[in-house]
């Protein structure tokens, strides 16, 4: 690691952390140059990045602080936050994540639910660009996979100076499209979907597992990085996806349950293992394998993601990759925020997780 970036990487956990607050003096240059071993001119460069990215301050003749974000005197103080659900999963913690940054900063939160329907997503921005009276926007993309019939609005809103953040996921044909303001893609706050499911798929190879069956979201673009990170934990191991062990599910199939039942029995036929799309899927999948008689871990593995309380409870409890929930929740508040003072400030962020472990996998020869 080149000795700039310690200093970066140094200070960023500082301020994450919440040692160094909005306001705070870093130490002086000197300190810095003793502590890390290096010289001025590195330090300097480091500070040099943080002040671009918005997250130091330099006043001349003072020092460097940390960026006082809070909203000042008649600044607009609200931020609209919409998501495609609020129920007992991963999102009132996250949505406590957002509103606890927020209120910190002197933002109020304007709540806005989709049920994951593009149609409501846009009544609710049509309303958000009639009242124009927000400062930012964090948006959950309803059915991310699917092209959006939205981005007019979105330009609109981009075109107003009004900054947006996706979380969770993002459209992609947004993805390439230019905010207006800072010259940069429209960002977004998520986990790193593709590597994470690379961990869990892992997890089960390394367990001795190749026959490895797959549940999987269609409509939302964390089901398609998942995938490819799927293929990519079992491409390296020199086994082929077989395409009859693929499972694809979108929002309405899984409120018809009792219609997908054969179809998921049907294609783990054969399997020793599962990797599932989230904890709700594979809370459902392992019910089904146990109507037919299928006995987990013993006869068959699952691994998961998103951690959530249901992985705890099942029977067994689920090994699973984390969603970092409360955590993504601020980090989305706190880079739209930053977005909203500094235009430049590159907003994009995503979580690495690792696999939690309880049980729910078998290790075979």
Known sequence: MAKYQEVVDWITKQVSSGTLSP??????????????????????????????????????????????????SGERNRIAVITTYVDSYIFPKTIQGIENKLRELGYSVQLFFTNNSSI????????????????????????????????????????MRIPILFMNSYYPELSGIWDPESNRNIPHVS??????????VKSLLDNGHTKIGCVLKLDDRQGFDR??????????????????????????DLKREELIKDKIWARLSGCTAVFCYNDEMASMVMEILKENGIRIPDEISIVSMDDSDLAKYTRPP??????????????????????IH???FSATY????????????????
């Open 318 to 339: 689920l090994d699973s990759i984390p969603h970092p929930k409360e955590k993504l929740g601020e980090r989305a508040a706190d880079n739209l925020i930053r977005l």
């Open 350 to 365: 995503e979580f690495d997780e690792e696999i939690t472990v309880r049980g729910s996998v078998r290790a075979i020869k």
């Open 227 to 252: 995938y490819s990170g799927y293929q990519e934990a079992i491409s390296e191991r020199g086994i082929s996806p077989e395409d009859a062990n693929i499972i694809w599910l979108d929002t309405e």
């Open 23 to 72: 306001g705070d003096k870093i130490p002086s240059e000197n300190d810095l140059c003793v502590q890390f071993n290096i010289s001025r001119q590195t330090v300097r460069h480091a500070i040099g990045i943080l002040v671009q990215e918005g997250i130091l301050t330099a006043e001349r003749g003072s020092g460097t602080y940390v960026t006082d974000e809070r909203v000042r």
């Open 120 to 159: 409501r997503e846009r009544e609710i921005l049509s309303e958000i660009i009639e009242k124009d009276e927000v400062a930012g926007i964090i948006l959950e993309p309803t059915r991310s996979a699917l092209p959006t019939p939205n981005t007019d609005l979105l330009l609109k809103i981009s075109g």
């Open 191 to 200: 986990m790193n979907d593709k590597k994470c499911a690379y961990k869990a």
């Open 342 to 344: 500094h235009p430049g």
